[in-house]
Nanobody, 113 residues
């Protein structure tokens, strides 16, 4: 199982970013996927989850209404669209495949003016 994140970077407060996670080594369309994040000095927290065909999603309260998780099973990719970013969204964001307890390497998101 391999998960490779991309799309992180530096953005001003109120800005947007879209993260991508390309998955390989398993039948992607059969399993739910998650995004987590970890800020300096804090525990890793789940940001969003999506079921295998994308019919159901759930979000941490801190990102509801601002972040959207989606997936393209034809491309074996899960996305995290992040809008109205806040300084407190600064963290390393990780893609996670719960069925395989497998993590990506993470991508840094920094929200700063």
């Amino acid at each position: 199982v391999q998960l490779v994140e991309s799309g992180g970077g530096l953005v001003q407060p109120g800005g947007s970013l879209r993260l991508s996670c390309a998955a390989s080594g398993f039948t992607f369309s059969n399993f739910g996927m998650s995004w987590y994040r970890q800020a300096p000095g804090k525990e890793r927290e789940r940001v969003a989850y999506i079921t295998n065909v994308g019919g159901n999603t759930n979000y941490a309260d801190s990102v509801k209404g601002r972040f959207t998780i989606s997936r393209d099973n034809a491309k074996n990719t899960v996305y995290l669209q992040m809008n109205s970013l806040k300084v407190e969204d600064t963290a390393v964001y990780y893609c996670y495949a719960p069925r395989y307890n497998s993590w990506g390497q993470g991508t840094q998101v920094t929200v700063s003016s």
